[in-house]
């Protein structure tokens, strides 16, 4: 006998009852998100392409999405049986993180520094070898510097990589209900995908969780060395509308409906009148203007312009702070 069962529609109301669940277990649990996490990730998706490249000798695409909050034991427990962790030691935090990777990525790796070719699915379904853990460890090292470069210009870190572990012997590091933060990590390598992770537990962030829930949109995170030049070379190579400002004044509204063809109107400035040179909305230059060449006019320019060259009306419209009377700005 055979019975049918047929999967019933999830509501609204369950979807919602079980996002709140979510959110009472993470807070429950004492997780608090940290963005600067994801932004360091993130940073990471990047540089570690030149760092596989440079120091294991392989290219490869890695793609980050966002940091997850999980349990331990749900993190330990979805690890590639066939792969392997590294157990890192955070000297100045005073704890310790994981970094798993899986199988696709520790042999796709292999293959390609052996001189052969990665085929996807040829992972063979077995405990890694001592040659592979080793492979392995390499790898764990470069994503190691990596982060810890990433991580150092937030705060002081120090990591020490530790031993090798595997996916079964990693569940008994941490309680199974130590709250993590994961950094999660997709690498294609050829036709072959992997991943690999960075688990680290909310009380080894503890420390310096003040330093990683707040965003600072001013630091600067890695060396991006080509994407400053792609940046250099753009701006280089664009072009800016510049006007020409002979004098502002206030005309009165039945003067100006007055106005038709052939009307002639009073500027009120001498030919050696100071000339504006706008830029964007901005006076950033003054100087005088006179005949060039082939009897062109032309604009010699005097001196730069700066926030308390301007009268009050013209630096609030610009949204440009002037000093005060003892030279500090407003």
Request: glycine letters at 8%; charged letters at 25%.
């Amino acid at each position: 006998m055979q019975a049918n069962t047929t999967a019933l529609p999830v509501t609204d109301s369950e979807m919602t009852r079980s996002i709140q669940e979510e959110l009472i277990s993470q807070a429950s649990a004492g997780i608090v998100e940290l963005p600067m996490l994801d932004i360091i990730f993130a940073r990471m998706a990047v540089s570690l392409v030149s760092a596989f490249k440079s120091k294991a000798a392989f290219l490869c695409d890695i793609h980050f999405d966002n940091v997850e909050y999980r349990n331990w034991e749900d993190v330990a427990g979805e690890l590639d049986p066939f792969g392997i962790c590294a157990n890192v030691e955070a000297k100045p935090w005073d704890g310790s993180l994981a970094i798993s990777l899986d199988s696709a990525m520790i042999f796709s790796a292999l293959e390609l520094q052996m001189g052969g070719t990665p085929r996807p699915d040829s992972a063979p379904k077995r405990p890694v070898s001592v040659i592979e853990r080793q492979i392995a460890r390499q790898l764990a090292e470069v994503v190691l510097t990596d982060f810890s470069a990433n991580v150092s210009r937030l705060t002081e870190a120090r990591f020490l990589l530790d031993t090798m572990e595997t996916p079964q012997q990693m569940a008994a590091m941490q309680g199974g209900k130590t709250p993590c933060a994961v950094g999660k990590m997709s690498v294609e390598i050829g036709p072959c995908k992997g991943s690999f992770s960075i688990i680290i537990p909310m009380a080894t962030l503890e420390p310096v969780q003040d330093k990683f829930s707040k965003v600072f949109l001013g630091d600067k995170l890695g060396g991006d060395k080509s994407w400053r030049e792609h940046i250099l070379s753009t701006i280089n190579g664009s072009s800016v509308k510049v006007t020409a400002r002979v004098h502002q004044l206030s005309i009165p509204l039945v003067d100006i409906l007055e106005w038709k063809p052939g009307t002639v109107i009073d500027l009120g400035v001498s030919e050696d009148k100071e000339i504006s040179i706008i830029c964007s909305g901005i006076p950033v230059f003054q100087g005088y203007a006179g005949k060039h060449k082939g009897g062109r006019v032309g604009f010699r320019v005097v001196r730069e312009i700066e926030g308390g060259d301007l009268n009050p009306a013209e630096a609030d419209t610009l949204g440009i702070q002037q000093p005060d009377a003892e030279g500090r700005e407003e």
